[in-house]
């Protein structure tokens, strides 16, 4: 053996030479061995230690003898590698046929992105598979409950159920608990009204956060309340300084129609569900909230969590003026006699709007309690990006049975919630991405227990939660289908309405979508959704919908004639049915979201929105600067708006040219693409409004002074010298705006060096 070393060693040697030990990269890296040299030059100088002996190589022959055993050294090695290749070989094409204890040899590729992916077709089969009508039908009975508001035991019973299914599902559970300040009426007195100098009327329903106190004024109908309506009454020189305004219940939230009655000096506002737009019992009670915002009102933009300290502050949204629900038998009783003038055309109506003599007088003595809540929460992670999720949640609570408003939401939650956890369990189906499924409390106050969660942790959902699918009020009807979302989900929804079917020959497109689909199942999210808050207070892309029976509003929310028995009479009983296809909508839109490499998400969607806003305010700056030139200089034009809308169009453009030239099968490739797919949302959130003025700061989709649509708003005021119009305030918001749509570009490019500084 020495022979052989000492052979191969003077095979690398050749001819007579010095030999340096020079290990470059044990230098590199900093340890203690020396460089040695046989000569003075640099390596001498490098060698720190003189008085080594260097080593020096000794002289080798090349006779004959010496290379034919050179060569036989070289042919042994190559052959005993040979065959220690050919017996490892050998050895992993037997393991197979071992006795059964032996280790089994598997193939497993180099994952480079996701878990193995399972077919789509095959995820929406298996879907379907799971969601049937009679498991619908059997949750449904489990979860009915005829007592169950907000802070209850009833409330608190049903968490449990929820909870303890998720468990039963194998999912990671947990709760979030708050005390929140509720306003409820009064135990030991009541809210009443007199009309005239007739009979007292004490209402049994009655609207959280009402101010309180005692109002006297002459009666104004005003329809709807909505701001067109009142505008009209304005356009008639109607005064309506101290007027109680008696509106009828519908189109828009309780809060929007007191916040545009106090917009014009109102002293209070009376809501009666009018027969037109509500089949119920004359005597049937109405309850709400007024509250313009989401959430616990007196902890504006912070958690009501028991152990933190709060000033005392409360939301801009409260009202200053009182609110009362009267029942349909008090408002016709009012409105019949009305005098004064008779209402505008297209008002549908007979009856007059009230004159000076129409006094009644409003009392409101709700009082303000504090409620525990719980939100209860179950999850079912994903294989690569755990800690990326979408949210699916449904409210719990309910004024009286609520079967509409929150069982049959709250079913289809938990029913999504076994049939994924059953894929995932049992048919090999790995998400990429995590399943967060939310059974929220006090719904019914203004999404509180939604709202206080996203207050709560919004520095972390609003960096990892990608989608919110709202659940509450999706069984209303049968007779048509409606959606609100995000812009970026529009895409992504219209796949959804494709492949879902409504029967066995028709997909909820083709059977609600008409010949425009966009026009025909595309609304507006609504305020008193508790998808809102998730889309304009955190940045998170959401989704609303519902099946309905028609134009009007179902007649039994906010009441306590809510029970299966109306919603079958409005189904055809159709109920179970109609939550399974539901279901399978939103189960769609959640799976398609974990299942993919990318967000399913159309970043090209908001092109067109902001187009449309910036086009409105340069017509609307030119205007003003024809007709008020001294409020507006010439140099003032909105053409840094159309730039920064530019920005954004080439951007996204840009990123879906990346996407194409981007090897998807690279987990990091995916993640940094969704990451900057995920800021879009989040980066339409003004950063120059504070949330607790201003909590809705979505610029494009939220609410406030902030918006685009506000700044069109502020140029009709200064076209018309209107005295609440102020030039310099809106110059500063339309910079604010620009530079905010500017910076949502910015983000979307990516890296710094990425971005484009021409602005």
Known sequence: MDQARSTISKIFNGEPHSYTRFNLTQNMEGDNSQVETG?????????????????????????????????????????????????????????????????????????????PLMDWDDVKKLLAQKLTTSSMDAVLGQLSSSNHRAGSPGDEDLGNKVLKKFKEYGMKTWTDEHFVK????????????????????????????????????????????????????????????????????????????VANAAKVNASAVLIYPDPADYSIDESSPLFGHVHMGSGDPYTPGFPSFNHTQFPPVQSSGLPNILAQTITTGMGLNILRQLGGRAQPDGWESINRLGDESDVITVEVNNVLTEKRINNVFGVIKGFVDADRYVVIGAQRDAWGPGFAASTVGTSVLVELARSISDMVENDGFKPRRSIVFASWSAGEYGSVGATEWLEGYLSSLSMKAFTYINLDGIVTGQNGFKVAASPLLHSLVQNALKEVNYDKDKSLLSQFGKNNWESTILEPLRMDSAAYPFLAFSGIPSVAFRFHSGSSDYPYFGTTLDTQQNLNSVTASQVPQLAVRAGQFAGHIALRLVHDHLLQMDLKKYNQLIRSHVVQINMRVKAVQRLQPQLLPKTLTGQWLVMASGSYNRVSSILTADIQNSDLENMET????????????????????????????????GSGPHTLKALSSDLDALKTASPEANAELFRNKLAQATWTIQACANSLAGDIWSLDNEF
């Open 39 to 115: 000569g003075n030059g640099v390596g001498g100088r490098l060698n720190h230690n003189s008085n080594r002996t260097p080593y020096v190589a000794q002289k080798l022959g090349r006779t004959p003898k010496n290379l034919c055993f050179i060569a036989a050294t070289i042919f042994l090695i190559f052959i005993i590698g040979y065959l220690i290749g050919y017996l490892v070989h050998r050895n992993k094409d037997l393991a197979p046929t071992c006795a059964p204890s032996a280790f089994r040899y598997e193939d497993i590729p180099h994952e480079t992105g996701a878990a």
């Open 182 to 257: 509720v306003q409820d009426p009064p135990a030991s007195g009541y809210n009443r009204i007199v009309f005239k100098n007739g009979s007292e009327e004490r209402p049994t329903g009655f609207l959280s956060y009402s101010a309180s106190g005692t109002a006297r004024g002459a009666v104004l109908y005003a329809r709807y309340g909505e701001e067109k309506e009142l505008k009209q009454l304005k356009d008639m020189n109607i005064d309506m300084n101290g007027r109680v305004m008696l509106v009828r219940a519908g189109r828009i939230s309780f809060a929007e129609k």
């Open 670 to 701: 995916c993640r940094m693409i969704n990451d900057r797919v995920m800021t879009v949302e989040r980066n339409f959130l003004s950063p120059y409004v504070s949330p607790i003025d201003s909590p809705f700061r979505h610029i494009l989709l």
